[in-house]
């Protein structure tokens, strides 16, 4: 099967190009006070090391805003600030370096306001994203409508008044907190408009909540074709957010290259710790930064000889564990034998004897 993307205007943001057949690239949020200049670098090249492509920020008041522009010096992600109920700071923001600015038509919606915002991102020549939620958006339609009507009018509104401004520098997301009212709204507003869409689900709570509503909602959309950027937001480190959105990515063949890990979920005939195993392997992989190549390397870690040997050939480099230890394939052919103790060290050796770390 192959996903046709939907064709929509290409935005770009930083360095980085959206929409259209563009890759899909990964968002998420720092979590520090943007004032708090060390720890939000440190915080954004963590993100970046992970996988991040685009990161935003929170600029609740002047000193957030005058931070900007140092974190933007110390860092390489194009950075996004998020503005709530004051114009005067997304001016700020835009004049402290930032790449793209997100305003809320739920808050800031006065035509004096957005002219004035519209006019300082002509000149430093970046983008608007318009970014709507479901706890804020106001009715621009009959409150009886559904939660995704009432998006995407809301948002097809202040499209409007800003395409009057001569304006069309824009990035589109229109985020409920359940799946259902979610996938409608995308698929309501990528036939109104042409422009590329940043895909979320909002206040999903906790990672196993957040990552499954996101999963589904997100997995529904972009094998349709909708969807340019994408974040997963969760009640936990920001780390979480991105590992999530890459395996969505990766299980969908939106993201090439890397390393994909097969592994079974084990039963009575396992002989071993497999999930410990699994879980070390996935941690030490996930903290190295791998080559992005047409395909990936994929890796099993199976935990019987049931399926275990079949796998384990199928893949380009596994494991099958039986009673007293495991046989390690490459390409499908027997390597060695491999003891449990051994076995993330052998297989991170063999995967860097690749050249993918």
Same mark, same amino acid.
């Given at each position: 099967m192959e996903i046709k993307r939907r064709d929509c205007k290409v935005i770009k943001i930083g360095d980085c190009l959206i929409g259209a057949k563009n890759p899909v690239a990964i968002q998420s949020m720092t979590k520090t006070k943007t004032s708090d200049i060390d720890n939000t670098v440190k915080q954004i090249k963590q993100l970046e090391e992970a996988g991040c492509q685009i990161v935003r920020l929170a600029v609740k008041d002047s000193t957030d805003a005058a931070a900007l522009k140092k974190i933007k010096a110390k860092t390489r992600l194009p950075l996004v600030a998020d503005i709530h109920f004051s114009y005067r700071l997304a001016i700020a923001a835009i004049e402290n370096g930032v790449d793209k600015i997100?305003?809320?038509?739920?808050?800031?919606?006065?035509?004096?306001?957005?002219?004035?915002?519209?006019?300082?991102?002509? &000149?430093?020549? =970046?983008?608007?994203?318009? @970014? #709507?939620? !479901? +706890?804020? *958006?106001?009715?621009?339609?009959?409150?009886?409508?559904?939660?995704?009507?009432?998006?995407?009018?809301?948002?097809?509104?202040?499209?409007?008044?800003?395409?009057?401004?001569?304006?069309?520098?824009?990035?589109?997301?229109?985020?409920?907190?359940?799946?259902?009212?979610?996938?409608?709204?995308?698929?309501?507003?990528?036939?109104?408009?042409?422009?590329?869409?940043?895909?979320?689900?909002?206040?999903?709570?906790?990672?196993?909540?957040?990552?499954?509503?996101?999963?589904?909602?997100?997995?529904?959309?972009?094998?349709?074709?909708?969807?340019?950027?994408?974040?997963?937001?969760?009640?936990?480190?920001?780390?979480?957010?991105?590992?999530? &959105?890459?395996? =969505?990515?990766?299980?969908? @063949? #939106?993201? !090439? +290259?890397? *390393?994909?890990?097969?592994?079974?979920?084990?039963?009575?005939?396992?002989?071993?710790?497999?999930?410990?195993?699994?879980?070390?392997?996935?941690?030490?992989?996930?903290?190295?930064?791998?080559?992005?190549?047409?395909?990936?390397?994929?890796?099993?870690?199976?935990?019987?000889?049931?399926?275990?040997p079949g796998e384990a050939k199928e893949a380009d480099l596994g494991v099958a564990f039986g009673k007293g230890g495991g046989i390690l394939f490459s390409q499908g052919k027997i390597v060695k034998k491999v003891l449990v103790k051994n076995c993330v060290k052998t297989l991170l050796q063999e995967i860097n004897s690749r050249k993918y770390l």
């Open positions: 997100r305003l809320n038509p739920g808050n800031i919606d006065k035509p004096r306001q957005i002219k004035a915002v519209i006019g300082a991102l002509k &000149a430093a020549k =970046i983008p608007l994203r318009i @970014g #709507l939620n !479901s +706890g804020s *958006v106001r009715d621009v339609v009959s409150r009886k409508s559904s939660m995704a009507d009432k998006l995407v009018a809301a948002c097809m509104h202040y499209v409007k008044m800003i395409e009057k401004l001569k304006f069309t520098n824009i990035v589109i997301s229109l985020k409920a907190n359940n799946v259902l009212d979610t996938v409608e709204a995308y698929r309501k507003i990528a036939k109104a408009c042409s422009y590329p869409l940043h895909l979320g689900v909002t206040a999903t709570g906790s990672v196993y909540n957040g990552i499954i509503k996101s999963s589904i909602a997100l997995g529904s959309l972009l094998l349709e074709g909708i969807g340019d950027t994408i974040r997963v937001s969760l009640t936990d480190n920001p780390l979480e957010e991105v590992r999530a &959105a890459k395996c =969505i990515l990766e299980s969908l @063949g #939106l993201r !090439s +290259g890397g *390393v994909q890990l097969i592994s079974c979920p084990t039963c009575g005939r396992c002989e071993l710790d497999l999930i410990s195993i699994v879980k070390d392997l996935e941690t030490k992989l996930a903290a190295k930064e791998y080559k992005q190549s047409a395909h990936p390397l994929k890796v099993a870690v199976m935990g019987c000889v049931v399926n275990g």
